[in-house]
């Protein structure tokens, strides 16, 4: 029985650390930086991006029979495609989610997606720092009016071109790999001069606590994109409980 860890998140590179040479564990990624997540594994690590098309053949190939899901929050992709996967091939499947950030931050607040924020939250005559990656960028592109816009984005053509064509001007983009520091991250917004930030609700490991923390001490205003709002067949905020069930795929 092999076990697909869907990865690419710091959970995701502990959860490894425990595989044993006798586990059956496969692990796929998106990009060759995230592979650099998992130097000390026993498992196989994949770069591959899938699709409704190419996923059966790696579940055929690889004989997947139980699936970890602990990819990124906003990953709605490949969970719905793994979730899809499970009901096929009527496979065990566990979402590890991370838990929420708590925070009293008064000016702190969540929405569904950039439409609602906009729509609701007028935002004129404010230097706005948007941190939610780069494949969301255009859609600013219907709001665009007198606010002066920041980016910060991962080093990647794709997100660079991306992000110039979306109409941020190259002076106000940053390129940065996660996570950042606290120190950096309030250097960043104090240097820009940042009244708005926008950004994903991604957990702590996503650097959202830092965020609040930092609106709360300097005054600026955090807009949080919520976590998408999948049906998971069955999930846990506890790694342990995630572990467990991994190692229970063995040959």
Known sequence: MTLWLIGGTRESAELATRCEPNDAWVIT?????????????????????????????????????????????HAVHISRLAIACSKQYQIPYLRYERPPVVSDCENCFYWPDLTALFT???????????????????????FWGQ???FVRIVPDPMALT????????????????????RDLERAIWRNWGITQVIAKASGAPGGEDIKH????????TLHLLQRPRIDY????????VALAFARDARP
């Open 120 to 142: 609701h939250y007028p935002l004129q005559q404010e230097r706005i720092l948007v941190t939610i990656g780069y494949r969301q960028l255009p859609v600013l592109k219907r």
């Open 29 to 73: 990624v998106t990009t060759a930086r995230a592979k650099n997540l998992y130097p000390d594994t026993h498992a196989s690590v994949l770069v591959t991006r899938f699709t409704a098309e190419n996923i059966g053949a790696f579940m055929r190939e690889y004989r997947i029979r139980k699936i970890l899901d602990v990819s990124h929050p």
């Open 147 to 149: 606010q002066t816009w």
């Open 213 to 220: 923390q930092l609106a709360q001490e300097l005054g600026v």
């Open 162 to 181: 991306t992000a110039l064509e979306t109409g941020f001007m190259p002076q106000h983009i940053m390129a940065l790999w996660p996570p950042v520091s």
């Open 233 to 240: 067949p069955r999930w846990t905020a506890d790694l342990q």
